[in-house]
């Protein structure tokens, strides 16, 4: 039976390094104050295997409720994305690149995203091959969401992402470095396919929520939240039950 009310504890950018963070010892509260967990990526430093393994212990260890994850940029910086992959598929992460999953009724899409900038600042596919081939990306990662997205069938549906689809979320970071904090054209399967709520990371000193279209949308990266809430840093959205 679907519960009455579903709590989310949302939070990204763990950056975990070999040998544990002290800072991360949290996790064992979480289950206290939720029913699922949803990491936004960048859960390591340097997208090594032995960082991916020790976090998948932890996680394993200390969380005592389902956790739903997406990949950040940084997981991807070794070239051993396939490896990380494993290590936290192997603990029962739901570990999400187009796919979806369903937990307590709640319906779950996930992607990383990507970059390329905001509205009329967005990168345009024109020019050099490698242009196009940076916006191109940008267009994959909004067509796998828009994909997951259909594909559900729950009454409160969640997006959650790495890169952010708003620039509303990024405001408070240096305006040079926008365009490499998300892309408006990850917002597009949001007006399409209406959710519930996006989670996003990434942008460390950007602020905790914006919109797109009526859908809120918030930032829960992990300094971001340690900075509102340094005993519990997650944000934790209550869905009742439709």
Not at 31 to 38: F, T
Not at 91 to 102: A, F, P, Q
Not at 154 to 170: E, G
Request: with cysteine; glycine share 10%.
């Amino acid at each position: 039976m679907t519960p009455k009310t579903v709590r989310l504890a949302a939070v990204g950018d763990l950056h975990y390094v070999r040998g544990g963070q002290p800072a991360l010892s949290w996790l064992s509260r979480v289950a206290d104050a939720a029913d699922v967990l949803v990491l936004c990526g960048d859960l390591t430093d340097y997208g090594r295997a032995e960082e991916a393994h020790e976090l998948a212990r932890e996680l394993s260890t200390a969380v005592r409720i389902p956790i739903v994850a997406v990949l950040g940029n940084h997981d991807f910086e070794s070239d051993q994305v396939a490896e990380v992959s494993a290590a936290l598929r192997d603990v029962g992460v739901n570990l999400l690149d187009g796919e979806t999953c369903e937990l307590l009724g709640v319906g779950f899409a996930g992607i990383k995203g990507f970059a390329g900038g905001f509205g009329r600042g967005a990168l345009g596919p024109w020019g050099e091959p490698v242009i196009k081939q940076f916006v191109q990306e940008a267009i994959s990662e909004a067509l796998k969401l828009e994909a997951a997205l259909a594909r559900l069938r729950t009454p409160h549906k969640v997006a959650v992402l790495h890169y952010s689809p708003v620039p509303d979320t990024v405001d408070g970071e240096p305006r040079e470095i926008y365009p490499y904090l998300g892309s408006s054209r990850l917002a597009e399967p949001l007006a399409r396919y209406p959710v519930t709520a996006v989670f996003h990371g990434h942008a460390h000193n950007g602020v905790a929520q914006g919109m797109a279209g009526p859908t809120p949308v918030y930032n829960v990266s992990l300094p971001l939240m340690a900075r509102s809430s340094p005993d519990l840093p997650v944000k934790i959205l209550t869905l009742e039950s439709a």
